[in-house]
T-cell receptor
Framework: DSGVTQTPKHLITATGQRVTLRCSPR?????VYWYQQSLDQGLQFLIQ???????AKGNILERFSAQQFPDLHSELNLSSLELGDSALYFC????????????FGPGTRLTVL | KNEVEQSPQNLTAQEGEFITINCSYS?????LHWLQQHPGGGIVSLFM???GKKKHGRLIATINIQEKHSSLHITASHPRDSAVYIC????????????FGKGTHLIIQP
């Protein structure tokens, strides 16, 4: 158990819908990272927050947004969902903003029908 | 963008064998992560290293920053080592964050 929690574990929804994925980092960790893992693209970095502020942005679509709240939990919002958004979404946390070990949550499996 | 090559893509070995997984990347970095993904999907961080060698139990990771190459070794492999091993160069933030290799699917047969 990494200490990082993600909810929900599974999510099934329809195209065009909007969903919110939630991540609670390990106690004391200030950084939260979001990653997408799909069968064709593998693991991809989406976005990082550090102590409430956006720190780095990767391959995140405009239909996706994220935020980190004062209690350091983070939410990833996915809207206008398409079939291709079906994937495993992981969050990870770390103490520092860069160059340190990341601890991964169990992931949320999103299925868009 | 950092191009990451892992080899081999698939590896089946017998219990007890010494395993080596290689990772090469194209852009200079300051650190590299090795991750393990279990069949159930969970990801565990094995190592983060920026130079030399690190050892944890039967796992050893090495990195040569100048040659842009890292290796993960497993000694006395065991069926429970069966997993996907992923290397991830770390650019320290900016547009790239972690860039991931496609992974090495390792199966250790008893």
């Amino acid at each position: 158990d990494s200490g990082v929690t993600q909810t929900p574990k599974h999510l099934i929804t329809a195209t065009g819908q909007r969903v919110t994925l939630r991540c609670s980092p390990r106690s004391g960790d200030l950084s939260v990272y979001w990653y997408q893992q799909s069968l064709d693209q593998g693991l991809q970095f989406l976005i990082q927050y550090y102590n409430g502020e956006e720190r780095a942005k990767g391959n995140i679509l405009e239909r996706f947004s994220a935020q980190q709240f004062p209690d350091l939990h983070s939410e990833l919002n996915l809207s206008s969902l398409e079939l291709g958004d079906s994937a495993l979404y992981f969050c990870a946390s770390s103490v520092l903003s860069s160059y340190n070990e990341q601890f991964f949550g169990p992931g949320t499996r999103l299925t868009v029908l | 963008k950092n191009e990451v090559e892992q080899s081999p893509q698939n590896l089946t070995a017998q219990e007890g064998e010494f395993i080596t997984i290689n990772c090469s990347y194209s852009v200079g970095i300051s650190a590299l992560h090795w991750l393990q993904q279990h069949p159930g999907g969970g990801i565990v961080s094995l190592f983060m290293l920026s130079s030399g060698k690190k050892k944890h139990g039967r796992l050893i990771a090495t990195i040569n920053i100048q040659e842009k190459h890292s290796s993960l070794h497993i000694t006395a492999s065991h069926p429970r080592d069966s997993a996907v091993y992923i290397c991830a160069p770390d650019s320290g933030g900016g547009a790239d964050g972690l860039t991931f290799g496609k992974g090495t699917h390792l199966i250790i047969q008893p």
